[in-house]
């Protein structure tokens, strides 16, 4: 899967969250409760719907196992109400500090696509992923609310179902725009990518910030389902040297690098352009 269905499908599952965080928050009287005891919950529960759906995609559509789908979503979920109930605890701090206004609400939705990114700490476990993953939606909560703040301003003097259909339709942008920006922020600001050139995933694109792991089990960063692959193969690491491949030692077998052979327990370095085959699959690593 190429890098642009990847944003696509982010930004579905986001644009998914917005709205079953609209339905299932529109069904609590929230207007009559305290103001930050709203403010918690209504950021606990778009937080718990975004991120849950935005952390989920990878498993669901770029991995295609249902099993990885769920837990990665129940991790962002969990992450994700903990970092929206924050995040909107500061917005309304922030809303009250500059007296309302546009410039307040926008910048509220900005703080909720900052906690979501920052939830993908949760599923991920590195730290400069989940930094580009909080810029993404720091980015995204810019864009989405800009537009549902001018939706909202457009239909201000429409009746109460109007304004009730455009706050769905503002949190599903919203939703959207985090989701899709939080894996296009991850793939601007990386240091290399993988190309899977053969095997059950060619077209297969995926970024390494860091590090990236490689192997049979659903959870390595490249997910390569092949014969011959162990279950952890092998993983990528950026080093002041430049990038290194490091065979795990619990690796069934080596790794082709070109024409050298990377046994499990070595490590070597490569370069923009190198090819490794690993099992059935032929992977290439591209540099930047």
Excluded at 59 to 73: E, F, T
Excluded at 75 to 95: D, K, R, V
Excluded at 250 to 278: F, H, M, R, Y
Aim: aromatic share 8%.
């Amino acid at each position: 899967m190429n890098k642009r269905l990847q944003i696509y499908y982010h930004a579905i599952f986001g644009a998914l969250g917005g709205l079953v965080g609209w339905w299932t928050m529109g069904t609590l009287a929230t207007q009559t409760w305290n103001i930050w005891l709203s403010s918690a919950l209504i950021g606990a529960g778009l937080g718990l719907s975004i991120g849950g759906l935005v952390a989920a995609a990878d498993g669901a559509m770029i991995k295609r196992v249902p099993l990885r789908a769920l837990r990665d979503g129940i991790y962002g979920a969990f992450a994700g109400a903990l970092a929206g109930s924050l995040g909107l605890l500061l917005a309304e701090g922030f809303f009250l500090l500059l007296h309302g206004g546009f410039s307040g609400r926008t910048l509220g939705w900005m703080l909720l696509g900052l906690t979501v990114g920052l939830s993908d700490l949760a599923v991920s476990r590195r730290i400069q992923r989940t930094t580009y993953a909080a810029l993404g939606g720091l980015a995204g909560g810019l864009i989405g609310g800009l537009v549902y703040e001018g939706l909202t301003r457009l239909f201000l003097a429409q009746s109460g179902e109007i304004q009730i259909l455009v706050g769905g339709l503002g949190l599903v942008i919203v939703g959207a725009c985090i989701g899709g920006l939080i894996p296009l922020a991850r793939q601007v600001f990386s240091k290399a990518e993988l190309h899977v050139r053969a095997g059950k995933q060619t077209g297969l694109v995926r970024e390494v910030t860091e590090s990236a792991s490689l192997g049979r089990y659903d959870g390595n960063d490249l997910y390569l389902p092949d014969k011959g692959i162990s279950w952890r193969h092998a993983e990528i690491k950026q080093t002041k040297e430049g990038f290194i491949l490091e065979v795990l030692a619990e690796a069934e077998a080596g790794v082709w690098l070109g024409t050298n052979q990377v046994a499990p327990g070595q490590k070597l370095l490569i370069n923009s352009g190198d090819q490794l085959k690993i099992g059935d699959a032929l992977v290439e690593f591209i540099g930047r």
